[in-house]
């Protein structure tokens, strides 16, 4: 206990200089454990339980002596206990608001004495004893920094004097030993977990709530408010002497449909305070509630009118996590926001390792061969070396070899260049199961994965090339600067694209070599290694190797090389090689985001005509971007651009008119779209004004990208306008005819689905043509393509004139056959694009024609709640719109039975779903009867104790139409289902009231229902609704208002005649 309050619990100074502790969630949690383990101290170790402390424990108690009863003298404001030590002292005594006690017999009786106070008590003594073990062993058991003699010392004793005592506190040590591990490995767990808040955050959010604050139906709260505009210099606005408590400040907040929230944002997190004291400018610092980690958690929780409206706004409030742990859950969420199963966009790659075998004569031969000098040499600046492979240069130059032979300079270490004298940095590749590791993005692709490794069979003679590269690499590992230059240029020659060279060069050791020259001061040396590995690093074993060799660590270095070459090339290979997390991690963790990010910079992006310095600054650029979008697949890079700077001059590129740098651009800017503060930013930066000029380009990749990126942002209802006003809808539209680029053909039919969501761009589609166009892709597309031209479609069916465009374009049938896939997201889509077509009794023909309401109904035993909660939805309107519904619903075996079955789900969407479907069932005599066999009645009753208005609605419908049969109406006075409902007439939501109204009706044809509605306060709020502008609202709540003025008609005659 002792090293757990000295290290793990939070302490702070007060003005006065006694320490207290933080009221924070770790300190309370560690306080809980000591209690309990002190309340069972007596019943668990009686025997110890009766020591008496070498001093006692004494604090200042807020209990009074009333408390005290049995066991204990009381002698005005003194209590004593009864128990006492062998000095005749009571081993608990209270004077004057001071407790002693000095037992923990006596400890634990306290803790029960005081009940709810516990907590403050369990606090104050602990803060007026700071080293409680020290009171009751002894100094020679205190706590001690290093390490604790103190149990051996002990041990000693026992074995030496044979002193009872002595091992009572020895065993009294060793329990409160297991509980100071059991609290340090409790703080450890909690302290993982802390998330501390700080002034910065806090004022961030408060303006960020402000933004979305104010008068009106759609704003997230009435006002939001500091009690004290003081900042001070830490930019805390609590008083000195509570921030040392690690208050910040405090908050007036007013929701919608809350009395005033006064609140307390601490470092440990924000929680309701007692609010302003009456009649004194104070406040009531006293927690009353949990404490949340921000403020749009706790009104979260307290505020349903916040969560309905926040939903609303354009922009995001909940900020993505940054632990490690929840990123590869996070994909899965945005797959299946986005309507995608998989990023179609990244390229997949064929991983293969070789081992290589060959005979001796072939080895013969090709070690004669000559090598031939090449052209290539020029692009690394080396003319001057050019005239090594004439004759007499070579000569030449071997004379000189002889007498002045230059060495390489290494940064680290001054040697020549030698596999036997450069250290190399890691290990050689190992096994793909090396390079697995914990997912860091939400976006992360598997591209990387290793795929099973095809070997060579041992018969198999090698290329030329393979021997080629290896008679190079003694020339590469000579240590002569020339020739190692010589031997760099000639590798060039092979062709590095080729995966037997690619394997080669690492198989021989020559990637530990070329990337130790990295680490040189030898620029034709940097440039050509480079220019090797840029080559090279294609390859997905390669990658692997340069990364567990150590090589982005240093290419990041290079990016600070005033030579723009060098810079160019490190950022190229740095994109081939960070597309796996480990390397993205890697290019992070060594600034490299930054860097990259300042590669970016540049004088003027669209001169008038460029000058070769302007050339090379915008190849510069290129190349960041290119770095930067393979590093932009994690969810920390994407913060670590925007931290470094990097939006606005992402934004700037954007306006170039070269295609070469715009792609990269525009790649990073989409990979960036999934992260909210990305898409407000493209919004507000006049993105997607670009984004959309950029769907008219030659290049389809850049098409591609721009597509995308309006996919993912397009999910903001003022980026679907502006996509509009700038004209966007007309090209997309357009590059629907390009159907057989599959991955441009997914991006485009992705943002007209995005689109689509706004009634206005469905308008514009239907003028272009877009819908004939989609329904004429409905076939023969990859499930991605599906998806998007399914979900647009669904989209646009909300329209009644889109529905009979689709009927006349013969979409409905593939649509239903599209029922049969398995892809869950299509799944869900294509449900709700058949479920809108179905309420158009012309569609629900062809759709009944062709089985469609079978296939949906089957659906509803897919594992997947979206697929379930979809296909109920779906089912309603065929029900509706059916000819003869009742007997189409008959004739599915077991379908009723399925259907009141998901009346057990917990997925609230499906249960919404579910009771509408059962709404339509129950219309049908002969189907309620049915239903109501299946235990439907208490099936609905247990759900009726819920806070969600889709649900409620949705519920009070089908209890309404349920009471239509037998007895229903006494079943669910019976399974208690009245009294919830009458609560349903307190909601915001006109739907829930006419729904609930009219449930209360039919339920008030049982006299045992009307009492337990009046009981429940029903009549006064059905007579605020008998003046409701809605029709069917007020002849319900007449009705069954009506109804218990019956009942208690009839009751009073019965009484009095």
């Keep these: 206990m002792g090293a757990a309050l000295a290290r793990a619990a939070q302490w702070t100074a007060a003005g006065s200089g006694t320490d207290t502790l933080e009221i924070t969630p770790l300190n309370e949690s560690l306080l809980n454990q000591i209690i309990k383990f002190v309340e069972d101290f007596s019943t668990r170790h009686p025997q110890e339980a009766a020591f008496v402390f070498r001093e006692p424990l004494e604090w200042k108690t807020q209990l009074g002596c009333s408390v005290f009863e049995e066991g204990y003298e009381i002698d005005g404001a003194t209590v004593q206990s009864e128990a006492k030590g062998k000095d005749g002292q009571p081993l608990l005594l ?37 080293d409680p073990i020290m009171k009751i062993l002894g100094p020679e058991c205190g706590t001690v920094e290093g390490e604790d003699m103190s149990m051996l010392h002990l041990l000693e004793k026992v074995k030496k004097d044979d002193d009872p005592e002595t091992e009572m506190k020895m065993k009294i040590c060793l329990l409160l030993h297991q509980l ?107 927690r009353k509630s949990d404490v949340y980690k921000d403020i749009v958690t706790f009104l979260s929780e307290r505020s349903p009118r916040f969560v309905e409206n926040m939903a609303k706004q354009e922009y995001n409030f909940f900020k993505e996590p940054t632990y490690e742990k929840n990123y590869q859950r996070m994909e899965v969420v945005d797959a299946k926001v986005s309507g995608q199963s998989q990023n179609l966009y990244d390229l997949t790659e064929k991983n293969v390792c ?40 070579a000569k030449k130059d071997t004379e000189e070899g002889r007498s002045s032979t230059v060495s390489l300079k290494i940064k680290k270490k001054a040697s020549g260049i030698s596999s036997e004298s450069v250290k190399i940095r890691a290990s050689k590749c190992k096994t793909s199961g090396r390079f697995e590791d914990i997912s860091e993005s939400s976006s992360e692709t598997e591209e990387d994965e290793e795929q099973p490794v095809r070997h ?55 990637l530990e070599v070329l990337i130790n020259l990295l680490d040189t001061e030898e620029i034709k040396c940097q440039i050509g290694s480079l220019k090797i590995l840029k080559e090279i690093s294609q390859n997905t074993l390669i990658r692997h190797a340069i990364a567990d060799l150590g090589g982005l660590q240093i290419m990041v270095k290079i990016l600070d090389s005033p030579d723009k070459d060098l810079k160019c090339l490190a950022a190229e290979t740095i994109a081939n090689v960070a597309k796996f997390k480990q390397a993205r991690r890697t290019v992070r963790q060594h600034g490299g985001i930054k860097r990259l990010v300042g590669l970016l910079e540049c004088i003027s992006v669209e001169p008038t005509s460029l000058t070769p310095y302007q050339s090379k600054d915008t190849e510069i650029a290129r190349c960041g971007a290119l770095a930067l979008w393979s590093c932009s697949k994690s969810t920390k890079n994407k913060a670590a651009i925007r931290k470094a700077g990097g939006i606005p001059l992402l934004a700037r590129w954007l306006n170039s008119s070269h295609a070469n740098i715009l792609t990269p651009v525009v790649g990073t800017l989409q990979e960036c779209a999934s992260e909210p503060s990305y898409r407000l930013a493209i919004r507000t930066e006049g993105m997607i004004e670009n984004l959309v000029k950029n769907l008219s380009s030659e290049h389809e990749e850049l098409q591609m990208h721009c597509a995308s990126a309006i996919f993912k942002c397009a999910e903001d209802k003022e980026t679907r306008d502006l996509v509009r006003q700038h004209g966007g809808l007309q090209p997309l539209s357009v590059l629907l005819g390009n159907s057989e680029n599959k991955q441009l053909l997914a991006a485009v039919t992705g943002a007209i689905w995005k689109c689509a969501i706004s009634g206005e761009n469905v308008s514009k589609f239907r003028e272009y043509k877009t819908i004939e166009a989609l ?133 609230k969407e499906v249960l919404a779903s579910v009771c509408a479907a059962i709404t339509n069932i129950a219309k049908d005599e002969e189907n309620l009867a049915v239903i109501t066999d299946h235990g439907v009645v208490p099936l609905l009753s247990k759900l009726a104790n819920t806070n969600n208005d889709k649900l409620r609605r949705h519920l009070a419908e089908a209890v309404s139409n349920c009471c239509m049969w037998g007895s229903n109406r006494v079943t669910f006075g019976e399974t208690k289902a009245v009294a919830p409902l009458v609560r349903y007439l307190k909601s915001n939501d006109p739907s829930v009231h006419r729904a609930t109204a009219q449930a209360l009706y039919q339920l008030s044809e049982d006299p045992n229902n009307c009492i337990t509605m009046h009981e429940n306060g029903v009549v006064k709020l059905l007579l605020a609704m008998v003046g409701s502008t809605d029709e069917t609202l007020q002849e319900a709540a007449a009705g069954c208002i009506a109804n218990i003025r019956r009942l208690a008609l009839a009751t009073e005659k019965a009484k009095y005649g």
């Design 94 to 130: 209270l004077m004057a608001s001071t407790l002693r006690v000095r037992s923990f017999d006596q400890l634990s009786r306290l803790l029960q004495i005081a009940m709810e106070k516990k907590l403050k008590e369990a606090q104050a003594c602990l803060e007026a004893n700071r």
């Design 180 to 286: 100071d591990l059991q609290l340090l490995s409790s703080s450890l767990k909690h302290i993982s977990q802390d998330v501390r808040l700080n002034p910065a955050a806090i004022n961030n959010e408060v303006n960020l709530l402000k933004n979305f604050s104010g008068k009106g139906e759609d704003t997230v709260l009435e006002s939001l408010e500091y009690t004290s505009d003081y900042m001070f210099c830490n930019g805390c606005r609590a008083p000195p002497w509570r921030q040392v408590h690690g208050e910040i400040c405090y908050l007036v907040i007013k929701p919608h449909d809350t009395d005033p929230l006064y609140i307390t944002c601490s470092t440990a997190g924000v929680f309701l305070n007692g609010g302003q004291q009456k009649g004194k400018d104070d406040i009531d610092y006293e």
């Design 354 to 393: 070789e081992k290589v075998k060959s005979s001796a004569a072939r080895r013969r031969s090709i070690d004669k061969k000559k090598l031939e000098p090449s052209m290539k040499w020029k692009n690394t600046g080396l003319s001057a070396s050019h005239r090594y492979f004439s004759d007499k240069a």
């Design 456 to 510: 060579q069979e041992g018969n198999t003679d090698l290329p030329s090339e393979y021997w080629g590269i290896q008679k190079l690499a003694k020339y590469l590992k000579g240590g002569n600067p020339t020739a190692t230059v010589i031997a760099l240029c000639s590798m060039r020659d092979f062709n590095l694209a080729q995966e037997t060279c690619q394997l080669a060069i690492r198989d021989i050791g020559c």
């Design 775 to 907: 329904v004429g892709l409905l076939s023969d597309q990859p499930e991605e393509v599906l998806v998007n031209i399914v979900g647009a479609l669904g989209e646009c069916c909300q329209e009644q004139i889109n529905r009979t465009i689709i009927r006349k374009c013969g979409g409905i049938p593939p649509l239903v056959k599209l029922l049969t896939g398995t892809d869950q997201a299509l799944l869900v889509n294509v449900t709700k694009a058949v479920g809108a077509c179905a309420t158009e009794p012309e569609n629900m023909t062809i759709i009944d024609r062709l089985d469609g309401v079978r296939l949906l109904w089957s659906l509803l035993k897919n594992p997947n709640p979206d697929v379930q909660a979809s296909a109920a939805w779906a089912i309603c309107p065929c029900i509706e719109n059916a000819k003869d519904a009742g007997e189409m619903v008959r004739s599915f075996v077991g379908g009723l039975e399925l259907i009141v079955n998901l009346l057990k789900s917990k997925n």
